[in-house]
């Protein structure tokens, strides 16, 4: 008896469906595609001040400054850490003077984390003094 071998049948992608899906796509698409529209301004005249008195009192503000080689200092004159506290905390029971740091970016990280602990010794967290890196 002889046993035929059936040929197997070549897969195939059928691309007539395929073809119907994306057409139901790119309808879809065109039918949901918002245009933009031109957005109304709201033209409005505000008026003008030409003098105002000002009753404002300037705070003294101390920079703290990092330098690159780790050097502290406050407003140009150079000290050390427990210097630093011993003014921190003078500041803290006057309530005289703000702070503000102002670091260099290549100051290095070991000397930016001793001046913040130095600054919680002083009795400030750091959070309360403003910071800029130069």
Do not use: C
Request: proline share 4%; glycine share 2%; hydrophobic share 45%.
């Amino acid at each position: 008896m002889k046993i035929r071998r059936h040929k197997k049948a070549k897969k195939t992608v059928p691309i007539i469906p395929l073809i119907d899906i994306l057409a139901i796509l790119l309808i879809f698409m065109v039918v949901s595609t918002q245009f933009k529209e031109d957005r109304r301004i709201l033209v409005v005249d505000l008026p003008e001040v030409t003098e105002v008195e000002v009753d404002t009192v300037q705070q003294i503000s101390m920079i703290i400054e990092l330098s690159v080689e780790g050097q502290l200092s406050v407003n140009g004159e150079i000290m050390t850490h427990d210097a630093l506290v011993d003014k921190l905390k003078q500041s803290k029971i006057s309530q005289e003077e703000k702070f503000e740091l102002e670091l260099d970016k290549q100051a290095p990280i070991q000397e930016m984390l001793k001046l913040w602990d130095t600054l919680v010794k002083g009795g400030y967290a750091v959070d309360e003094i403003p910071l800029r890196m130069k």
